[in-house]
């Protein structure tokens, strides 16, 4: 089976530029999250939706990041302008839709990104 | 809201012995879920070990097991047998009842020694 795919893996931009960010989760899967991880932290959620619904973006900073998942299966995260904060590893993960707690996430291989 | 706390920020261990990694966690939810994730120096968060908040035994998986004591709220991950490949970064988190997000802890890098 198949993981969870993310493109790119690194990006380096000028800040003020704008960048997007490219998720595949693992077939079936109903569930998408988007995490930020800056360095020296744990992952925290940015967007999370189930099938093309937003479920939870209350952390999304939305003046300049945007998210949309386009027939429930693969993603893109936007940011436009770049600042020099939002360096950090891009995580997605996805699961499979039980409504429970021990529903586990899977996590694709993250793309970092580098703002100058 | 569910709070996640390791606080061994760093930790070594000898190639062949068994390290513990400190996990605590803070939650109002009667039911939840504790996972632990490695996240290797290339980046990928890789799932290790789950353990339901009713479950009555610990959870293992191969030469991981998790220490849960409910009353204490902590959740350690116990690795026997260490590898040089389980160098890494170790993230404890949880997940509250519904459809949430997990909530990760710092972490605790764990380098292993010849």
């Known amino acids: 089976e198949a993981g969870v795919a993310q493109s790119p893996r690194y990006k380096i931009i000028e800040k003020r530029q704008s960048?997007?960010?490219?998720?595949?989760?693992?077939?079936?899967?109903?569930?998408?999250?988007?995490?930020?991880?800056?360095?020296?932290?744990?992952?925290?959620?940015?967007?999370?939706?189930?099938?093309?619904?937003?479920?939870?973006?209350?952390?999304?900073?939305?003046?300049?990041?945007?998210?949309?998942?386009?027939?429930?299966?693969?993603?893109?995260?936007?940011?436009?302008?770049?600042?020099?904060?939002?360096?950090?590893?891009?995580?997605?993960?996805?699961?499979?839709?039980?409504?429970?707690?021990?529903?586990?996430q899977y996590f694709g291989p993250g793309t970092r990104l580098t703002v100058l | 809201a569910q709070k996640i706390t390791q606080t061994q920020p760093g930790m070594f261990v000898q190639e062949k012995e068994a390290v513990t990694l400190d996990c605590t966690y803070d939650t109002s939810d009667p039911s939840y879920g504790l996972f632990w994730y490695k996240q290797p120096s290339s980046g990928e968060m890789i799932f290790l070990i789950?353990?339901?908040?009713?479950?009555?035994?610990?959870?293992t998986e191969g030469r991981y097991s998790l220490n849960f004591q409910k009353a204490r709220k902590s959740a350690n991950l116990v690795i026997?047998?260490?590898?040089?490949?389980?160098?890494?970064?170790?993230?404890?988190?949880?997940?509250?009842?519904?459809?949430?997000?997990?909530?990760?802890g710092k972490g605790t890098r764990l380098s292993v020694i010849a």
């Open chain 1, 19 to 104: 960048v997007a960010f490219w998720c595949n989760p693992i077939s079936g899967h109903a569930t998408l999250y988007w995490y930020q991880q800056i360095l020296g932290q744990g992952p925290k959620l940015l967007i999370q939706f189930q099938n093309n619904g937003v479920v939870d973006d209350s952390q999304l900073p939305k003046d300049r990041f945007s998210a949309e998942r386009l027939k429930g299966v693969d993603s893109t995260l936007k940011i436009q302008p770049a600042k020099l904060e939002d360096s950090a590893v891009y995580l997605c993960a996805s699961s499979p839709w039980t409504s429970g707690y021990a529903d586990t």
């Open chain 2, 50 to 59: 789950y353990q339901g908040s009713y479950d009555q035994q610990n959870a």
């Open chain 2, 80 to 104: 026997s047998a260490s590898q040089l490949g389980d160098s890494a970064m170790y993230f404890c988190a949880m997940r509250g009842e519904g459809n949430t997000p997990l909530v990760f």
